[in-house]
């Protein structure tokens, strides 16, 4: 599986942006998929992620403004982000887990591959 992220760039607090996840792979609907991010001199961090049945889960720090979606004919998975401010500001990863069972949807380790990174940068 080979995911690719796009859309990032530069953006002014308040504003919106959406990144996109393109995925290699027969069987993506089957797949759980997620952004993570991380912020210049900080740990990789959750931030959504949904199911293959659409089912969503958001970090608290994004909730009500980030929206996460897929669409399984494209094999894409996007992200919405709007409201932005300075702390947004970071590497956005997508992965997937192709494994049957997500048994922890917000730790790193229970995605199997990854896309290279966009960077989202938010100015105050």
């Known amino acids: 599986v080979q995911l690719q992220a796009s859309g990032g760039?530069?953006?002014q607090a308040?504003?919106?942006l959406r990144l996109s996840c393109a995925a290699s792979g027969r069987t993506f609907s089957s797949y759980a998929m997620a952004w993570f991010r991380q912020?210049?001199?900080?740990?990789r961090q959750?931030?959504?992620t949904?199911?293959?049945?659409?089912?969503?889960?958001y970090t608290d720090s994004v909730k009500g403004r980030f929206t996460i979606s897929r669409d399984n004919a494209k094999n894409t998975v996007d992200l919405q982000m709007n409201s932005l401010n300075p702390?947004?500001?970071a590497v956005y990863?997508?992965?997937a887990c192709v494994r049957s069972t997500l048994l922890n949807l917000v730790s790193q380790s229970s995605y199997d591959y990854w896309g290279q990174g966009t960077l989202?940068?938010?100015s105050s």
């Open 9 to 11: 760039g530069l953006v």
């Open 14 to 16: 308040g504003g919106s």
């Open 39 to 43: 912020a210049p001199g900080k740990e």
């Open 46 to 48: 959750f931030v959504t």
């Open 50 to 57: 949904i199911s293959s049945g659409g089912s969503t889960y």
């Open 87 to 89: 702390d947004d500001t």
């Open 93 to 95: 990863y997508c992965a």
């Open 120 to 122: 989202v940068t938010v």
